[in-house]
């Protein structure tokens, strides 16, 4: 059975980082996307690692500052926010989907949304 559990969040300060973890285990299929949810906003993708080739893609807006990662053997991907601004400030979940590109959708191809994890930025 998938379970996807983020942890990570918490308040920090404009260029500040921050790590992210998703412990994603009984995944058998799919690839892992990090995604998030500013108040009063959709939910979009941010970044994603497929888990074939170990390639990762990232929408614009992040792109040079986040940095995607997996360790295996614990089951756990990572999401490295660097030099973060306050739009970053949004609730970040994972999820499994297709990752192919930097267009990457907020449909899942397999289980449902976790609890997420909240970040905010702010001086």
């Known amino acids: 059975q998938l379970q996807l559990v983020e942890s990570g969040g918490g308040l920090v300060q404009p260029g500040e980082s921050l790590r992210l973890s998703c412990v994603a285990s009984?995944?058998?299929?799919?690839?892992i996307g990090w995604f998030r949810q500013a108040p009063g906003k959709e939910r979009e993708g941010v970044s994603c690692i497929n888990t074939g080739n170990d390639n990762t893609f990232y929408v614009r807006s992040v792109r040079g500052r986040f940095s995607v990662s997996r360790d295996s053997a614990k089951d756990t991907i990572y999401l490295q926010m660097n030099n973060v601004k306050p739009e970053d400030t949004a609730v970040y979940y994972c999820?499994?989907?297709?990752?192919?590109?930097?267009?990457?959708?907020?449909?899942?191809?397999?289980?449902?949304w976790g609890q997420g994890t909240q970040v905010i930025v702010s001086s």
């Open positions: 999820g499994v989907l297709w990752c192919y590109s930097a267009h990457i959708t907020t449909d899942l191809v397999w289980g449902s």
């Open positions: 009984g995944l058998q299929r799919g690839d």
